[in-house]
């Protein structure tokens, strides 16, 4: 076969869906809420700003799906600014995304769920930094070597983690909705005393609240592999964004259910205070939909980056080898193995929350 070698249009609907949602739904839903919270003084007004970041995401999401039903390119944003701007913003956006901003996006959920695995290893004391890293960089590993060995397997994983932190959120729902019916209303019943006014502070909490929302774009970084982009890709996007905005204000919900908003302030992990209060031993749950929510999370970021660094070398603006793909398997190697060992090294020095500074 002397044809020319290119990825595959392998994606359709769910696979579709279950990336931009899977992406989306990290760590932001079981760390964000007590911070959107914090800055608008109120529940009624921290859910107000949950549905606005949604309404946001999907205003940008539609945006980003009439680019990619006339512009049918891999790539998202570096794609769309060289087609339309010219080569040299192009080419800036594109050594900042693959050098910077995809890079630290996966190190710091790796970092995230290294922390959360181990965690159950050191009940009573801090986690060792050297045993979260080393845990960071096998879990960058695992990722490039799923994603370097077939798109399908990569997928599958996607599909996969997607579903568990839907059943863990769900859990989440349920649990509220069973306190609901017992009564625990109290804390809704003035929803918005002490609300936060000014721009200052509601401009801060929705930038808490769109950490959250992260990923609505993903899809089109990868729009050559969709089957049927013009349909596929406005659908996903009117399924996947909604849904996500839906379990994330029910999800909030029922964190205002269990617990006083003084309690949700006060919490380090909102999610796992929540199971303490209404789960008991059976708490392990949430700690394994956070590993689960954080590990799904990163494959998305993974899978989406590496065609990045593929798309930018194949326009000239990066290394020709970034550009090649494996002749059997049909994945882009080079730039999946490139992105994971700038991640790797991203891991070294930081930690999570500098890490998240940087990306930020």
């Known amino acids: 076969d002397t044809g020319k070698i290119h990825l595959k249009r392998e994606l359709g609907l769910i696979s579709a869906v279950s990336m931009i949602a899977g992406t989306m739904i990290g760590s932001g839903i079981f760390m964000s809420p007590q911070w959107v919270l914090y800055y608008m003084g109120s529940p ?59 890079p630290a996006g996966i190190a710091g959920v790796s970092l995230s769920f290294a922390e959360y695995v181990v965690a159950s290893f050191f009940p009573d004391c801090p986690s060792p930094q050297v045993v979260i890293k080393c845990t960071a960089a096998a ?10 060995m077939n798109v399908r397997l990569s997928m599958f994983i996607m599909n996969f983690f997607t579903a568990a932190k839907l059943v863990v959120l769900l859990v989440i729902i349920v649990g509220g909705m069973v306190l609901f019916v017992k009564g625990n209303t109290q804390v809704l019943q003035n929803a918005f005393d002490n609300t936060a006014t000014g721009f200052g502070p509601v401009g801060v909490a929705f930038y808490q609240g769109l950490w959250s929302y992260d990923g609505w774009n993903n899809l089109n970084y990868i729009t050559e592999e969709l089957k049927n982009p013009e349909v ?47 789960l008991g031993t059976w708490t392990w749950i949430i700690s394994l939909g956070v ?17 990045v660094c593929y798309v930018a070398a194949r326009e000239g603006h990066l290394p020709d080898a970034l550009s090649m793909a494996h002749v059997k398997r049909l994945t882009p190697s080079p730039a999946l193995i490139f992105t994971s060992a700038i991640s790797l090294i991203m891991i070294i020095p930081g930690n999570f929350s500098s890490i998240v500074n940087f990306f930020r």
């Open 291 to 307: 590993a689960l929510s954080t590990f799904g999370s990163a494959n998305g970021t993974f899978f989406s980056g590496g065609r």
């Open 44 to 102: 009624g007004a921290s859910l107000c700003i949950w549905a606005a970041c949604g309404l946001l995401a999907m205003l940008g999401a539609l945006s980003y799906a009439e680019l990619g039903t006339v512009i049918k390119e891999s790539g998202g944003e570096y794609i769309y600014i060289l087609r339309n701007v010219g080569s040299l913003p192009a080419f800036l956006l594109a050594y900042t995304s693959v050098i910077v901003v995809r």
């Open 232 to 278: 596929t890709l406005p659908r996903a996007v009117m399924i996947a964004i909604p849904l996500v905005t839906c379990v994330y204000l029910l999800v909030n919900v029922s964190y205002f259910a269990a617990m006083t908003p003084q309690e949700l302030l006060t919490s380090d992990a909102v999610a796992i205070s929540w199971g303490l209060k209404v």
């Open 139 to 148: 879990c960058i590993l695992v990722l490039a070597i799923i994603n370097c």
